[in-house]
C-alpha cells in the first residue's frame, strides 16, 4: 500500500500497480499499451516529478520466475509479462548461486527494481526529463516483515535504508 508505506494523502500520488511492478520497454507496437500509458500520462500529462519503482519481499512475481510455468492459452500474457523479470533473475542466481533460495529471492526482488528503472529510460519523454533535472527515477524495496524501505543508490551500486529525509 504505497500511501501506508509513504504516509501520503489521497490524491498525493498517481499510483500504476502491476505484477512484479514490471515496467515493459518503450515499444509503441507491443501488447504492454495499459502500463505504458500510465507511464506516459503521468510523465507527459501530469508531469510528475519523480518516478519509484517500488519492489517488496516475498513478491509472488519473482517467486514465479523460478517455477516452471507451462505456458497455456489461459496464461499467454502473464507468461510474456513475466519475462520483464528475467535479467533480474540472471543477475541473481549468478550472484547467490550457492546461497540459500530465499536469500536469491530477495535480491532478485530488489535488483528487479533497478532493472525496471532502466526499463523506464527507453521512454522517449522520461528519458528526456531526467537529462533536464525535472523528473527523478527512484528504486525502492519494501521489506513487508520490518516495514523498512531501502533505496538503490546508483553512485555505490547498493541498497541503503531509506531514512525519512530521503523520502
Known amino acids: 500500500m504505497p500511501a ?4 501520503s494523502k489521497p490524491g498525493d500520488l498517481f499510483i500504476v500497480r502491476n505484477i ?7 515499444n509503441p507496437d507491443a501488447d504492454f499499451h495499459a502500463t505504458a ?5 503521468a510523465t507527459s500529462v501530469l508531469e510528475v516529478s519523480d518516478i519509484i519503482v517500488c519492489g517488496h519481499s516475498h513478491c509472488g512475481a519473482i517467486e514465479a520466475l523460478y517455477k516452471e510455468i507451462p505456458p497455456t492459452s489461459e496464461n499467454v500474457h502473464t507468461i510474456k509479462w513475466l519475462e520483464l523479470g528475467v535479467e533480474a533473475k540472471k543477475v541473481a542466481m549468478l ?10 529471492l530477495r535480491y532478485t526482488e530488489k535488483i528487479s527494481t533497478v532493472y525496471q528503472i532502466d526499463n523506464l529510460l527507453t ?7 531526467v537529462e533536464e533535472g525535472t523528473l527523478f527515477l527512484h528504486a ?5 516483515e520490518s516495514g523498512e524501505i531501502e533505496y ?3 553512485e555505490n551500486y547498493e541498497f541503503k535504508p531509506l531514512t ?3 523520502a
Not at 512484479?20 to 518503450?26: D, L, M, S, T
Not at 521512454?123 to 526529463?129: A, E, F, L, N
Open 37 to 41: 500509458s500510465a507511464i506516459e500520462y
Open 164 to 166: 525519512k529525509e530521503e
Open 95 to 104: 550472484a547467490y548461486k550457492n546461497d540459500a533460495k530465499e536469500k536469491m
Open 20 to 26: 512484479g511492478n514490471f515496467v515493459a520497454p518503450f
Open 123 to 129: 521512454y522517449p519523454g522520461i528519458k528526456r526529463r
Open 4 to 7: 501506508m508505506i509513504t504516509g
Open 140 to 144: 525502492w524495496y519494501y521489506d513487508m
Open 152 to 154: 538503490y543508490d546508483d
